[in-house]
């Protein structure tokens, strides 16, 4: 994979994000655990290239990224698809995503990424904030979202390596 920067991607983050969704990965021990995401942006903040990615209370993968100082967010091509829906269904506490899926993980960075990935972000955990139901004006986004009252956390992370497929 060659390093860019983060504002040389082509491609639309958005539509990366919210469509073609993303694995979000920390280290599991002397292994990894990735979780689908589909919720998350890229920008600036605090004078940083920045990513934000959501995740729930009840998601393992939480206990991992709050006992890491990084994380990655890998994107994949449509041919992958069927692997993001693994790893968004199945637990890493119970069950083997990396076995499951086939996928390739790379120990190289000071997070682990996939070499099956188009593009790899590299980023240093900077802040987390849960959402506060209280912090909601619209309340319909609490009733669809947020009945059973399993919140998300945002993870903040300065971007510090991208990688893309060559």
Same mark, same amino acid.
């Given at each position: 994979m060659k390093e860019i920067s983060i504002r040389d991607v082509k491609e639309n983050i958005v539509k990366l994000i919210a469509n073609d969704w993303a694995l979000l990965t920390a280290k599991d021990g002397e292994g990894c655990n990735p979780m689908t995401v589909s919720w998350g942006s890229v920008g600036e903040l605090w004078g940083k290239d920045?990513?934000?990615?959501?995740?729930?209370?009840?998601?393992?993968?939480?206990?991992?990224? @709050?006992?890491?100082?990084h994380f990655s967010l890998c994107f994949f091509g449509e041919e992958n698809k069927d692997v993001l829906k693994v790893c $968004?269904?199945?637990s890493g506490r119970d069950y083997d995503k990396i076995k499951e899926t086939g996928l390739t993980p790379v120990y190289n960075e000071n997070a682990p990424y996939f070499k099956e990935a188009k593009l790899a972000v590299i980023c240093r955990k900077t802040a987390k904030q849960l959402l506060d139901k209280n912090g909601f004006i619209d309340d319909e986004i609490m009733?669809?979202?947020?009945? @059973? $009252? @399993?919140m998300h956390y945002i993870y903040f992370g300065e971007i510090e390596k991208v990688l893309i497929s060559e």
């Open positions: 920045t990513v934000t990615v959501y995740v729930r209370e009840s998601r393992y993968t939480k206990q991992l990224i @709050d006992s890491e100082t $968004g269904s199945k009733e669809k979202w947020y009945a @059973d $009252g @399993d």
